[in-house]
């Protein structure tokens, strides 16, 4: 990914403060925030408040680093000089350099009502609603958010790549066997090291392990789980599989089979 201001100057990936990720450029200082990075940090609701009324008469701006689309040029907060490059494609936001502080300072103006507003949807979303809000591992993006089935199943989805986020037990409950990988051991001496960071466990990488030594029709199901918390994610093809699997090793029909219709439902696996 390159800075779309300094030509031929990759980005290289810093972490804010909240263990935020984003992509900087060292030349020109200029960071750029995918989709969810900057409502999070800022601890606002959305990326850039009131985007979509801003979109319509909105110039072009640089080119995205993500997507390559061309971004538009918005003001940050309506009443404000701050000017931000929003990508209507990826959700992506550029700021040039020194923008992130101007950012900030709008963002700790207290005396601003609608800043507080938009602070206390968000702390709504996250504390009186319950809604976790995790980082998913293969987006890095804090876009994995509580999801209930209404069949006593709850899991965690990420927006942005659909996949499927299981605390320890829970996989087991939902597909109603006795362990959430059967033959965890067996599994863990053939596990693989992988670069995906465990949504829970801050700098503890996920390990690629078959999750059942039946092989489907779309070959063995491969789950990436922590050793820390035991956790387990499943990509978006594969919940269909794992559905496949736990018909085989359970009881057909399980809970599971309607999570993942749920899931179909709301787009999260494909039909």
């Not at 000089?81 to 990508?87: H, S």
Request: with cysteine; glycine share 10%.
């Amino acid at each position: 990914m390159n800075c779309p201001r300094c030509s031929g100057i990759a980005l290289k990936e810093v972490e804010l403060l909240g263990g935020i990720e984003v992509d900087a450029c060292d030349k020109c200082n200029g960071m750029y925030f995918e989709k969810g990075e900057m409502g999070a940090y800022l601890k606002f609701s959305k990326d850039v408040p009131n985007y979509k009324d801003l979109l319509k008469n909105a110039p072009a701006g640089c080119t995205c680093p993500e997507c390559s689309g061309t971004m538009k040029e918005l003001k940050y907060i309506p009443g404000k000089d701050l000017l931000v490059d929003f990508c209507e494609g990826c959700g992506g936001v550029w700021l040039d350099g020194g923008e992130l502080g101007q950012a900030e300072e709008i963002a700790d103006a207290q005396d601003d009502r609608k800043i507080r507003l938009m602070r206390a949807i968000w702390q709504m979303r996250a504390e009186v609603r319950g809604e976790n809000i995790l980082k998913c591992p293969k987006c890095k993006t804090p876009t994995v958010h509580e999801f209930n089935t209404g069949e006593g199943v709850t899991l965690d989805l990420c927006d942005r790549c659909k996949g499927s986020w299981f605390e320890k037990g829970e996989l087991a409950d939902a597909c109603e066997l006795a362990e959430d990988i059967p033959e965890l051991q067996t599994a863990l001496a053939t596990a693989k090291p992988t670069e995906y960071e465990c949504p829970r466990c801050k700098g503890s990488h996920l390990v690629e392990m078959e999750y059942s030594q039946i092989t489907t029709a779309s070959g063995k199901l491969l789950v990436d789980y922590c050793k820390g918390c035991q956790g387990i994610w499943v990509d978006k093809g594969e919940m269909v599989q794992l559905e496949c699997l736990a018909s085989q090793l359970g009881t057909p029909g399980s809970r599971l089979g309607i999570t993942v219709k749920r899931l179909m439902d709301k787009g999260y696996v494909p039909m």
